[in-house]
């Protein structure tokens, strides 16, 4: 058994919503170690949409022009029903005269983390890859924390808090005995990333409508590539493990109505949209914050949105209560 590592912060998970406090005590003078059960950022783009404010955070950090560079703006939408367009809309300054990013970037989240990690290690700060939390408990003083290393060492870490930024099955949110409640949409939903041959311009999100469906093409960064985001139909049964790639570009091209070639596909997905929330966001000493705490549908693009700016929020509180400049009922 190591000697047990004390800090003021314990991150259990880093992905967006954990990198990004960690990112923000780092800014604010917090200690902290993440801890983190896979062995890097996610190789997967999964979510896409990033927000204004989310920019005006990143600018905070010297990330914001980065970010934009990488990514792709959403400046128009087009609605198409049998394969014709039916109408246009100007997305490009939808919010001007309310933010310096007055548009919605479309940056996937892999690039997203790789962004926020980076600016960990140039601030000589790190993420301990492979370590899960095993257990958990808390007193009146502190937080104590049992890790287990992919080589099956055993590390604890006691803090003054805990927070759970580990996903929608959050292991933290679990021990805490936490309620998360709400409701599921039965339908399937599929995702994938892909270059597509087409007629229309890449310079737009294309929301093709049909009856009871629809599938969207948003823009990516690069020649062709697009997130392409859609529907089965309600009398379709398979689970998620069980669909094909085959059947995914099949219902595409249906739905579409449309003269495509897809190809290069770099990832696909399907799932089914969850709308819940706990009845608190802490417990004692320990916190929940992004997936952990709220997931709901993605339109409008905001899930990964509202766990970077839980961190955000969560970590100017913290270090004033940590630094003795405000009580903890700010928590």
Same mark, same amino acid.
């Given at each position: ?139 009146? #003083? ?70 009871? /469906? ?22 379709? #049964? ?17 739905? #579409? ?21 706990? /009845?608190?966001?802490? #417990? ?48």
């Amino acid at each position: 058994m190591e000697t047990t590592i004390k800090t003021d912060f314990v991150i259990v998970g880093a992905g967006p919503t954990g990198l990004s406090l960690a990112c923000q005590f780092v800014r604010h003078g917090v200690d902290f170690v993440v801890v983190e059960k896979n062995e890097g950022v996610t190789p997967f783009s999964k979510a896409i949409g990033v927000q204004a404010r989310t920019l005006e955070i990143y600018e905070q950090m010297d990330l914001a022009e980065e970010a934009v560079a990488q990514g792709a703006i959403g400046a128009k939408g087009r609605f198409l029903v049998g394969g014709e367009v039916r109408g246009e809309v100007d997305f490009s300054n939808i919010g001007e005269g309310l933010s310096a990013y007055p548009f919605v970037l479309m940056l996937e989240q892999s690039k997203n983390e790789r962004l926020l990690y980076k600016y960990l290690q140039d601030h000589q700060k790190h993420v301990l890859w492979n370590t899960e939390l095993e257990s958990f408990s808390q007193t009146e #003083a502190h937080v104590t924390a049992r890790l287990r290393t992919a080589g099956g060492d055993i590390r604890d870490i006691q803090a003054q808090y805990l927070v759970g930024c580990d996903g929608a099955k959050s292991p933290v949110r679990h021990g805490l005995g936490l309620e998360f409640g709400g409701s599921t949409f039965e339908r399937m939903f599929f995702v994938a990333d892909a270059q597509v041959d087409w007629h229309l311009s890449h310079d737009a999100l294309h929301v093709c409508l049909a009856q009871d /469906s629809f599938v969207v093409f948003f823009p990516l960064k690069g020649d062709k590539r697009y997130r392409i985001v859609g529907v089965f139909p309600p009398e379709f #049964a398979k689970d998620e493990g069980d669909i094909l790639y085959e059947e995914i570009e099949q219902r595409i091209k249906e739905e #579409a109505k449309l003269e495509l070639d897809i190809h290069d596909v770099e990832w696909f997905s399907t799932y089914k949209v969850h709308t819940r929330h706990v /009845s608190k966001f802490s #417990a004692g000493r320990c916190f929940l914050a992004g997936d952990s705490a709220h997931i709901h549908s993605p339109a409008g693009a905001q899930g990964m949105n509202t766990g970077i700016q839980d961190g955000y929020n969560l970590a100017w509180k913290m270090a004033l209560v940590l630094k003795g400049k405000a009580g903890e009922r700010l928590l």
